[in-house]
């Protein structure tokens, strides 16, 4: 009989918001697979969990890994995956992986927690009847395509920026004629130095012109069905 594929949703910040059912099945699996070790020997330690293996599994080896733990599910271990913060498959590792395993019939839980872009929508104040997750954008080619997509769809948009970048991206939209448009900038979600922004995007450009960005940001974007409605 296969064994099944756990994916374990890890705190963002605050080691409290790690599960009970998540601490259990890190003890029991056969494997933990981990983006990076260090850091989850950190959630390890803090939880008392005595991993029975602890193996690195990230964005470089896990196409040249999938085959091999695809086998050893199959022989009936238990696998345990997890990112260095927040929930597998979600802009981390764990696709390839869970895709593997369904295409041959083993058993995927994923064990539910935190998700940086969840709490940022939440806290954001826009409508999310309806929202688009971005994720990371391109550094480069197809950058400009994402941005303006996002300035036209009618939904919220969501997506992850970093501190290096921040400023570009608002200057962008500013630049394209949406300095009255509302975005929602999170920082540090969970952790001691959480700071939510919501402002108009011209306002947040002007800020962050004047405060050094730090942190990994989540941005939410107001969309263009609230927007025009608001501004009519």
Do not use: W
Not at 91 to 118: H, K
Not at 162 to 170: H, M
């Amino acid at each position: 009989m296969s064994g099944i594929l756990y994916l374990v949703a890890t705190p963002i910040g605050n080691l409290g918001d790690f599960s009970f059912r998540g601490v259990e099945i890190l003890k029991a699996a056969d494997r933990v697979l981990a983006e990076d070790t260090r850091n989850t020997k950190y959630l390890l330690n803090h939880y008392d969990i005595q991993a029975k293996t602890l193996e690195p599994f990230h964005a470089h080896n896990e196409y040249k890994k999938v085959y091999f733990y695809t086998q050893k599910l199959q022989d009936g271990e238990s696998i345990a995956l997890v990112s260095d913060a927040g929930t597998p498959a979600i802009s981390d590792p764990g696709f390839l992986l869970c895709e593997s395993a369904l295409n041959n019939n083993i058993q995927v839980e994923v064990i539910p927690g935190p998700t940086a872009f969840v709490p940022a929508l939440i806290k954001s104040g826009f409508a999310l009847h309806r929202f688009v997750y971005e994720g990371f954008l391109p550094l480069k080619k197809g950058r400009k395509t994402r941005l303006d997509a996002m300035l036209s769809t009618s939904a919220t948009t969501v997506f992850y920026e970093s501190p290096r970048r921040i400023v570009k991206t608002l200057a962008y939209f500013e630049a394209a004629g949406f300095g009255q448009r509302k975005a929602s900038v999170s920082r540090e979600l969970t952790k001691k130095f959480e700071e939510t922004r919501t402002d108009y995007i011209s306002n947040l450009l002007e800020y962050f012109n004047e405060t050094t960005p730090k942190g990994e940001f989540v941005v939410v974007l107001e969309g263009s069905e609230q927007y025009e409605s608001r501004i009519k």
